[in-house]
C-alpha cells in the first residue's frame, strides 16, 4: 500500500505508453517472462497506441503463486476491514474517471461522452457497493441437537481466475473482483487482448488500497494466457464473460479439474412491443436496448424486436428517425453519439451478417446515420447502424450473436406465438415486454426464458441487481449480495458438540 496517492492523468496517449508492456502482479507492474508484448490499437484510427505484455504459462504461475501467499493473509482479517479497504478502491477510482474514461475510448473506440465516461463511473459505484457487504458474509445456524451448535460460515475459495472481454472490461472486471475480494479471495485477471491497458490502470488504482498479490492483472491471448490460469493447479474458481464458443472450453476444462465456473454468454435478447405501447416511449428503449452507443457489442443487446402489427410501420420509421439522428464519429468528440467496432475480426463479423440479412429473400435493410468524413478517422473501423424488417424468427440474423449495430425487427400478431418465438432462442440473458396491459406484463414475465426480464424498459446492470442467463447464456449470476455469496465463498458446515 503506497502513501502516495496516484494523480490522474488526464493525456490518454501519454497514459497508454506509461502503461506499455506489463503485467502488474504482486503488487508491482513487471514485463511478461518472455519479454514479449503484443500491439494495442485505437480502432477509430488505426494507430498503434501502445503495447501490452504478453503473458503465457510462466507469467500465470507468478502471478498464481503471488495471490496464493497473499489470500492467506487477506482472509483472516476481519470480512468488514476487506469491504473497506474495496470501498476504498470505489473512492480512489471515482477520483480517477475522466482518466479512465479517456483511455478506455482511445483503447476501444466506445464513444467518450456516451460510453466511456458512464462505464468509469460505474466501475466505482461496483466497489463502493462490494465494499458496504462485507459483514454480509454471513452463515446459519441449523437446529440439530440441543447439545450440538451446527452452524455453517461462508470461507473463501482462495484464488479466483477471472477471464474478461473488451466491450465493457471496466464494469465486467469489477463485477467479478469486488465481490470476489470482499469475499476474502485473490484474484488473478486475465484482460482482453483488445483492451489490456485501462484494466491495468484500474488495477494499479486499486492496489493502493489493497495489499500487494490481492488483484493481479495479466494480459496476453487467450490460448496461451488464459486457458493456463483456468487450468492453474491453485486456481480455484474461474468467472469468466465472453462468447459461448470459449466459455465452453473454460467449462470443459473447470470440470477437468472439478472447479466452478461462473459463466456469463452471449444473448439474443428479444423484445415484445404489444399494441397498446407507448411507441415512442419503446423506440427509445429499443435504442437503449440495442446499445447503439456502444455499436452494438452487448450480450444484453435486444437484437431481436418484435413489434406488433398494427404499430409496426410506425416504430420501424421513428426508430430509423432516431438513430439516423445519432451520430457516428471520433470517440473523443463529446458530440458522438456512436464510435468504433473493436477490431477488424469483428467488424469483418459484423458486415458478413449484414451481407447474409440483405440477400435475404424477404428482407429489407434500413442503412442509418451517416460515415464520418474526417481524413483523420479514414482508418477506424465505423459501421453505420442497420435496421432488418421482413425477417423470420428463424433466420440466421435472428438466432446468432451478431455483437454488432443491427437489429431485426419481426412483424407478429397472435400473443402466445410471440411468445413462443422470443423463446425460440438458443439464449436465455435478457427480454422485454412492453405494454400498458398489466396483466398481459404479468404473463410474460413469467413466460419469457430468461434471467433478466424487464417491462417498459431495457436498462442497463446495476451492481444490486442480480444478472444471468439461462439456456446458452450461461451459468450463475453477476451482480448483487448474492452473486458473492454464491460464487465466491463456499459454504463450511461446523458441528460443535459441547460435552
Ligand atoms: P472470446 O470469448 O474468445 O474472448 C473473451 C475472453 O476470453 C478474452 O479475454 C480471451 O482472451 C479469452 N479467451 C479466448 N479463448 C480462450 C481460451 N481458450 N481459454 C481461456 N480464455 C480464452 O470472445 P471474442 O473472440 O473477443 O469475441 C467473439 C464473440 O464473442 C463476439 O463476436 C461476441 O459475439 C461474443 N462476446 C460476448 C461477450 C459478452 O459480453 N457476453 C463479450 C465479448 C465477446
Ligand atoms: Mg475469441
Redesign the pocket.
Known sequence: MSLNRLTPNLDPQALAKELSGKHFIAGEFCAAVSGRTFPVVNPANGRTIGAAALGAAADVDAAVAAAKLAQKVWADKNARDRGKAVAECGRLLMDHVEELARLITLETGKAIRTESRIEAGVLADVFTFFGGLGSELKGESVPFANDVLSVTVRQPIGVVGA??????PLL?MALKVAPAIVAGNAVVV?????APLTVLRVTQIMNQALPPGIMNILSG???D???P??AHKHVGKVT????V???K??AR?AAEKLIPATL????KSPMIVMDDADVDRAVDGAIIGMRFTRQGQ??TAASRIFVHEKIHDSFVAKLGAKVTAMKIGDPMDEATDIGAIISRQ?MD?VQSYIAIGKATAGATALTCCVMPSDPALKDGLFVQPVIFTGLENDAKLCQE?I?GPVTCIIKWRDYDRVIEQANDSDFGLAASIWTRNLQVALDATKRLEAGLVQVNQNLVVQPNISYGGVKQSGLGKEASLESMLEHFTHKKTIMMKMA
Open positions: 477471464i474478461i472481454p473488451w466491450n465493457v465486467l486475465k484482460s482482453a487482448e483488445e491471448y487467450g490460448p494466457c488464459g486457458a490460469l483456468v469468466f464473460t465472453g462468447s464458443e470459449t466459455g472450453i473454460i476444462m456469463e454468454l452471449g444473448g452487448s450480450c469483428q463479423k450473436e455483437f
